[in-house]
């Protein structure tokens, strides 16, 4: 099987189809990662539990792929989640104990991180890929709790004192893991925020150890870099934006909205250790006058913050009964949303971090890691009220179908597949310029008109929209591409000079989804491309063998419908098509100019304040989509997101 099609794997709840590339590849990273953290501690303290336990891990690395073999995924996935709890959890108990020089626990707890990165990566993904498709969402298999199965039995083999710590510890990792399954920026977010929690003086009681929790998160952000980024663009590929946010917001059942419930949990955490911390000040009288005040605004701003949350869950509803979420939610941000729901949590962590500034000389470990727990949650949301805002871009389609040559032209078979497509755009609240069928043809002075009329489309605002999608069916010529028309060729070169008349100055993107037997020289050409605009071609090559029969009027068409509706598992091996992607730009998105949402104009405040923050952090993620652009010229990834609703496949061999 070819890797971009192992890639293309995803797994199924119901009958545990599992993609033994990918699942082999993390598995075999985590037992790596954590057996190099686990070895220089079992030869210095040589107790025969770790002994046993780097046993069992290497037992786990040689029988893994034995495991898939036999097709017992369930059992190696438990068995390794139970020993990666143990092994953490001794790994926390006897790691402090021991000295090391730095640049091995640099290398050393780099790659146990890192492999508790990929975990929780696997696990965000293993519930995300669900939403939205047949198999139902449950925390008995998609959370590893043979994990924490594992770390108590460390603890009644070796029992700590403080188990309720360690506890904290693991699940203070798995956290920051998940906050970086979303989004890399989160990783520096995270970081920067425990370096200011480290200059407070909240890391005091942890500076005598051997490694601060200040570079513990840098090398979690380390791990995160080299590990999560990959696993995201080949593994996960039945995963939107939008999907994850109703996941996260979903108030439905309160067992599923792991991220509400866990804050009110982190909060509680929190005001007790710092209440303890507190009654722990010599000058009692004087801190608590000091606390009292700061602790009674933190709380009145933490009730407006899960407000909001509230709030912004309330038109969310199940992925299957919302035929037009996205629609509605942009009508209910724009009418009824308060910029309260993104500046709550900016301001919270600002508090929080004021809170642990006044109990600095009494902090202890437990003080860290609620910290450490909140902080991670709060940034979370407030990266997902930046982005939800911010990702709602604006779309207009435009769909020219007519009948192949080679194809019947059957008038019913042309509209239903401009139904289906105009359904398509609907349900993701993208604008249609026009999409129908031709069964005649059409000529070329036709074609050009609409699409320079396409192309002048704006919105009711007068700016050009964010994103412009072309759809063709039809014939093209063999060796060049170009669309046969009723009177002529139209070419590749003359379309993309009418986008430059029109879109030239604009920083908008183009896609184009070519349905036709001849169109992978589009997405080939366009790699070649040497302008700045943002251009991506979706096209098919037809594989030798495929039977001519089966190719019927937007047959390709259909399959990536089906796909983007998560109704596949989106292998294309036993079809008669091969998916291409070509664009102009490298990377896995595009580089946009950051506009400011009209939410965000409400105030001279909150105005000034995301124009200070969009011009902090676009120069750095400007900055990380080059570098992952280079890197993606070698690795590219399975799938292409558009953030619009859709996404196109790409061919890893290109």
């Known amino acids: 099987m070819e890797f971009t099609e192992r890639a293309l794997k995803i797994r199924r709840l119901d009958d545990a189809e599992v993609s033994s590339f990918s699942t082999l590849f993390v598995s075999s990273t985590v037992i790596v990662g954590t057996l190099c953290a686990l070895i220089p501690v079992c030869l210095k303290h040589q107790t025969p539990d770790c002994i046993s336990a780097a046993i069992v891990g290497f037992a786990l690395l040689i029988g893994g792929p034995v495991a898939f073999r036999l097709r017992y995924f369930s059992i190696f996935l438990t068995?390794?989640?139970?020993?990666?709890?143990?092994?953490?959890?001794r790994l926390c108990d006897l790691q402090p104990k021991i000295t090391l020089p730095s640049w091995l626990q640099t290398i050393q707890i780099a790659l146990l991180y890192g492999s508790l990165v990929i975990r929780g990566v696997t696990m965000a993904s293993d519930i995300f890929s669900r939403v939205g498709s047949s198999a139902r969402i449950t925390l008995a298999r998609s959370v590893p709790w043979s994990c924490f199965v594992g770390a108590l039995l460390g603890y009644y083999s070796h029992p700590p004192n403080a188990i309720a710590l360690h506890i904290l510890w693991m699940f203070s990792f798995l956290l920051i893991a998940l906050a970086m399954a979303f989004k890399v920026r989160m990783a520096i977010a995270i970081f920067f925020s425990m370096v200011m929690y480290t200059?407070?003086?909240?890391?005091?009681?942890?500076?005598?150890?051997?490694?601060?929790i200040a570079h513990q998160i840098a090398l979690v952000t380390i791990g995160g870099w080299l590990f999560t980024k990959p696993l995201l663009l080949l593994f996960d590929v039945c995963t939107n934006a939008l999907q994850r946010r109703m996941v996260i917001f979903?108030?439905?059942?309160?067992?599923?909205?792991?991220?509400?419930?866990?804050?009110?949990?982190?909060?509680?955490?929190f005001g007790v250790a710092q209440t303890m911390a507190v009654l722990k000040q010599r000058e009692m009288i004087v801190a608590i006058s000091i606390f009292a005040p700061i602790g009674l605004l933190w709380l009145f701003l933490y009730w407006l913050y899960f407000r909001s949350l509230w709030s912004l869950s309330s038109p969310l509803e199940p992925f299957d009964r919302q035929t037009c979420v996205e629609q509605k939610l942009r009508i209910y941000t724009d009418k009824q949303f308060d910029p309260v729901a993104f500046m709550a949590p900016v301001v919270c962590i600002l508090f929080t971090i004021s809170l642990a500034g006044i109990n600095w000389s009494t902090h202890d470990l437990l003080s860290a890691l609620s910290f450490a727990i909140l902080s991670t949650i709060e940034l979370t949301v407030a990266h997902f009220m930046h982005t939800l805002f911010k990702g709602f871009d604006n779309c207009i389609a435009f769909g020219l179908i007519t009948p192949?040559?080679?194809?019947?032209?059957?008038?019913?078979?042309?509209?239903?597949?401009?139904?289906?497509?105009?359904?398509?755009?609907?349900?993701?609240?993208?604008?249609?310029?026009?999409?129908?069928?031709?069964?005649?043809?059409?000529?070329?002075?036709?074609?050009?008109?609409?699409?320079?009329?396409?192309?002048?489309?704006?919105?009711?605002?007068?700016?050009?929209?964010?994103?412009?999608?072309?759809?063709?069916?039809?014939?093209?010529?063999?060796?060049?591409?170009?669309?046969t028309l009723t009177d002529g060729n139209l070419v590749m070169d003359e379309l993309l000079s009418l986008w430059m008349e029109h879109r030239a100055t604009d920083r908008c993107r183009l896609f184009i989804?070519?349905?036709?037997?001849?169109?992978?020289?589009?997405?080939?050409?366009?790699?070649?491309?040497?302008?700045?605009?943002?251009?991506?071609?979706?096209?098919?090559?037809?594989?030798?063998?495929?039977?001519?029969?089966?190719?019927?009027?937007?047959?390709?068409?259909?399959?990536?419908?089906?796909?983007?509706?998560?109704?596949?598992?989106?292998?294309?091996?036993?079809?008669p098509f091969t998916p291409l992607f070509g664009q102009s730009l490298p990377g896995y998105c595009f580089i946009r100019a950051p506009r400011l949402p009209r939410y965000e104009a409400?105030?001279?405040?909150?105005?000034?304040?995301?124009?200070?923050?969009l011009s902090i952090m676009s120069p750095l993620e400007q900055l990380f989509t080059l570098c992952w652009g280079s890197c993606m010229a070698y690795i590219p990834p399975a799938v292409f997101d558009t953030n619009q609703g859709f996404k196109f496949l790409t061919n890893s061999q290109q």
């Not at 200059?199 to 942890?206: V, W, Y």
């Not at 866990?262 to 909060?267: Q, R, T």
């Not at 192949?404 to 032209?409: G, K, W």
């Open 404 to 483: 192949n040559a080679s194809q019947v032209q059957v008038d019913e078979s042309g509209h239903l597949l401009a139904a289906e497509l105009a359904k398509f755009f609907h349900q993701r609240a993208i604008h249609i310029d026009d999409v129908s069928f031709h069964p005649e043809g059409i000529d070329i002075l036709n074609v050009r008109q609409r699409l320079e009329h396409f192309f002048e489309s704006v919105t009711e605002s007068g700016r050009a929209y964010d994103t412009y999608f072309l759809y063709y069916h039809g014939p093209m010529a063999p060796e060049t591409g170009e669309w």
């Open 602 to 613: 409400k105030t001279v405040f909150s105005d000034l304040f995301a124009f200070l923050y």
């Open 199 to 212: 200059a407070f003086g909240g890391g005091r009681a942890l500076l005598a150890e051997p490694i601060t």
């Open 79 to 89: 068995s390794l989640d139970a020993w990666l709890g143990y092994a953490l959890f």
């Open 250 to 269: 979903k108030l439905s059942r309160w067992s599923y909205n792991i991220l509400f419930v866990g804050n009110i949990l982190a909060v509680v955490l």
């Open 513 to 575: 989804l070519l349905d036709s037997d001849n169109g992978a020289s589009w997405s080939y050409k366009i790699q070649a491309y040497t302008g700045r605009q943002a251009i991506g071609i979706q096209s098919y090559a037809v594989k030798g063998e495929a039977n001519s029969r089966r190719a019927s009027i937007g047959y390709f068409t259909h399959l990536w419908l089906e796909f983007n509706a998560n109704e596949r598992c989106g292998d294309f091996g036993n079809t």
